[in-house]
């Protein structure tokens, strides 16, 4: 069914801190074992150990560099997968119904038993979250972990998605955006939590957390640099005198 | 955009396919017989023709006929069950002025009506992607049914109208090219509001995410040839809308000659709309493409 649900139960998502994520990718790697081994098609790989690998993922960190007015330029690690959209278009494009955002949670998921292929869902997402695999033929995109999140025979604190569980710096955040008084919604209202692309009207769930400020270097801080000075800023005497015949010749 | 040869085949015989059932369920010709049944043979081999290459991108073409069930929401689907209703309906039609020598007028009509239709919704597809701004315009429909109707009168022999359709398809081609080349910036879209960060300063892709390359760049990151746009245009447009033109407006007496001129002037149209059809794909930019530092 790809008409969008009027409002959902929870509004499970994902919320990301771009003040601790340190960008080293663990996060994709878990995500492609898990989702690989479990729920749905694999996520294949191409020409895996040639000249030009390719391959599907569900989750892939970009690193931006920002360069403000004034200060020092910046680098931000930005993890990107489904941002489960509240308003997602990549369902209401969808031909055959195989797209579809549950009522109970939110979560946007493929059927792929239905999914044709046509790739027009991954055309209207801004966000470059779903990808076809390009062996199954069918669309694959980040599934909250649906396999773990409600899976009893995992111990407790396996239930949250793979990335989350994974994530070594502790810049990954799992919950109900939709239950104000929930860690990551305290979290959101905390750090100013925002939405990417805001201009698209895709309303998405999943959240980012700006960097922080960071510190910033006072002019003259140590007051031994003075003593520190050069001496002679122009060599004179012979030193001098080399200086100016070697300009010379 | 990538441009996928499938793609542009079909958009453009299925446009020009349906344009001809177009002018046929109007009685546009009025023709019966055995001249009925090679107008009808053309427009079903370029409708369906068209329709059947746009399922070889499919990454299963076995089960499209789901695509019909989600009509409600999805204009992939609504063209999927206009193009059925078109068909069959002008099917019906055809049979009548084909064994009957009779011409069921308001069948007619009501083919004419999903022909058009079908035109819309595919174009529709396009259009409603806001990530992609030179689509997302109300052009984009005006130029797909413009160019189906001018190509439709030309192959249906209305001579009276086609220069009028085809100089009307001229100018909104060229609108459509002024308006699509300011539409990324006037979206208001950069790697500033795809990032969020945008408000701390000037933002530049430091580091892709990997290597290689992936789905998303190679379906939705084409720049190979986009530094022959200008002469494409003028190609495009010489071939579609003034080569045709100059070809059916030029006095010729004796009907083979006529037919000979229209042909020539119905192939030029096609090539002409070949070429606008890949430029309409190839110079598409994906806002996904921010994400690489890319367009
Ligand atoms: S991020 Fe993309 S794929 Fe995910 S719900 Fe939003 S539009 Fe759909
Ligand atoms: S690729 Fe699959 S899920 Fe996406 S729009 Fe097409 S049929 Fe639906």
């Known amino acids: 069914m790809t008409q969008l649900p009027q409002s959902t139960e929870r509004k499970m998502g994902l919320v990301i801190d771009l003040d601790t994520c340190v960008g080293c990718h663990a996060c994709v790697i878990s995500c492609k074992g898990w989702n690989t081994e479990n729920y749905g098609a694999p996520l294949s790989d191409q020409d895996a150990y040639g000249g030009n690998p390719s391959g599907t993922f569900l989750n892939r960190v970009h690193s931006y560099e920002v360069q403000p007015a004034d200060g020092h330029a910046q680098l931000i690690h930005f993890p990107k997968s489904c941002l489960h959209c509240e308003d997602a278009p990549c369902v209401t494009v969808c031909p055959t119904g195989a797209s579809y955002k549950r009522v109970e949670d939110g979560i946007v998921l493929v059927n792929e038993s239905d999914c044709i292929g046509c790739g027009l869902c991954a055309w209207s997402c801004p966000y470059g979250a779903r990808e076809l695999d390009m062996a199954e033929g069918v669309m694959k995109k980040c599934t909250l972990c649906v396999d773990r999140i409600y899976n009893e025979n995992l111990p407790e604190v396996d239930r949250v998605p793979s990335c989350v569980r994974t994530c070594p710096a502790g810049a990954r955040h799992f919950g109900d955006l939709g239950d104000p008084d929930s860690d990551v919604s305290k979290l959101v209202a905390e750090r100013d939590g925002m939405d990417l692309m805001p201009e698209m009207g895709t309303k998405p769930v999943n959240k980012y957390l700006p960097p922080r400020p960071k510190d910033t270097v006072e002019d003259q801080i140590d007051i031994l640099a003075p003593l520190l000075a050069p001496v002679a800023e122009e060599p004179k005497g012979f030193l001098g005198w080399l200086d100016k015949t070697l300009e010379k010749i | ?295």
């Open chain 2, 1 to 295: 955009m990538h441009p996928a040869p499938s793609v542009i085949i079909f958009t453009t015989l299925s446009g020009l396919g349906f344009g001809l059932l177009f002018f046929l369920g109007l009685g546009q010709p009025a023709v019966t017989g055995f001249v009925a049944f090679v107008f009808y043979a053309i427009a079903y081999a370029l409708a369906v023709g068209g329709l059947l290459a746009s399922t070889f991108h499919l990454g299963h073409p076995e089960r499209a006929w789901k695509a019909f069930t989600q009509w409600k929401s999805s204009w992939l689907s609504r063209e999927g069950v206009c193009a059925v209703v078109a068909l069959l309906v002008m099917g019906l039609y055809a049979l009548g002025a084909v064994f009957m020598g009779s011409h069921w007028s308001l069948l007619g009509w009501i083919g004419a009506l999903f022909s058009l239709a079908t035109v819309f919704t595919t174009s529709m597809i396009y259009t409603q992607l806001k990530t992609i701004p030179r689509w997302n315009m109300e052009l984009t429909p005006a130029m797909f049914l413009s160019f189906s109707l001018a190509g439709g009168a030309l192959l249906s022999g209305a001579e009276a109208l086609a220069p009028w359709l085809l100089a009307i398809a001229g100018a909104i081609q060229l609108a459509y090219w002024a308006k699509g080349d300011g539409a990324f910036a006037r979206s208001g879209t950069t790697l500033g509001t795809a990032t969020g960060l945008g408000v701390r300063g000037d933002v530049r892709a430091f580091e892709p995410p990997h290597t290689g390359t992936n789905y998303l760049l190679r379906e939705f990151v084409h720049v190979v040839g986009r530094k022959h746009a200008q002469k494409l245009r003028m190609i495009a447009f010489a071939l579609a809308f003034v080569l045709p033109l100059l070809l059916i407006l030029i006095p010729a007496s004796g009907v083979v000659i006529k037919h000979f001129l229209v042909l020539l002037a119905v192939a030029s149209h096609l090539a002409g709309a070949m070429v606008s059809r890949w430029l309409f794909f190839a110079q598409a930019e994906h806002v996904v493409g921010l994400y690489y530092g890319k367009r």
